[in-house]
């Protein structure tokens, strides 16, 4: 009895938008908060920073991610409409092009014809396109699903910083934030590694690194405006 495989590759897309998303999220918010709260600023202050950089986040990463995304798609689909005329102009070069490739990945000569052959029967394009280009229909670009949970995401990891520093006023705002979003980062990492099959301590460590690496630099650029003020 065959069992079947239950394979990563195809959260990629969606896993990748997500965590950067999220984690963008809460770096960036929580640094702006904390800069914004070290300057000596009002809480009102605080908070109008933190909202805006939430909403101006979210949108700048559902930009970013349509763009990005669709500029990937838009480079598949010429790929495809390449191969597809150059199927129609010579089938039996292309059979050959797509028989060697299995050749060079191991198998014999007549048993790499023939699966070419069966292949570009049962769908020529889609045999190039997986094997020649790389492309394929459980990876491919998908830009508003890219953009969308970016922007889903990253308002989610906003939130958690922006409603602690809601919560905790005064002196203790500033750890307050810093405390909850790295344990929400390492959180994050090791929910991201596990998805997809990385190291789950690898996975939270290095996403907490950067997180305490960017909220101590802002720290430090708010103190600085702040006894210039």
Known sequence: MSQEEHHRVHRVGWLRAAVLGANDGIVSTSSLIIGVAAAQSTQENVLLAGAAGLVAGAMSMAAGE?????????????????????????????????????????????????????????DALAAHARDEIGISHKVNAQPVQAAWSSAATFTIGAALPLIVAWLVTGASQIWAVAVASLFCLAFLGGLAARAGGAPILIGAVRVTFWGALAMALTAQVGRMFGIAA
């Open 66 to 122: 349509y763009v990005s995304v669709s500029s990937q798609a838009d480079t598949e689909r010429a790929d495809l409409e390449l191969e597809k005329r150059a199927l129609e102009q010579d089938y039996d070069l292309e059979k050959d092009e797509l028989a060697n490739i299995y050749v060079n990945r191991g198998l014999e000569p007549e048993l790499a014809g023939e699966v070419a052959h069966q292949l570009m029967e049962h």
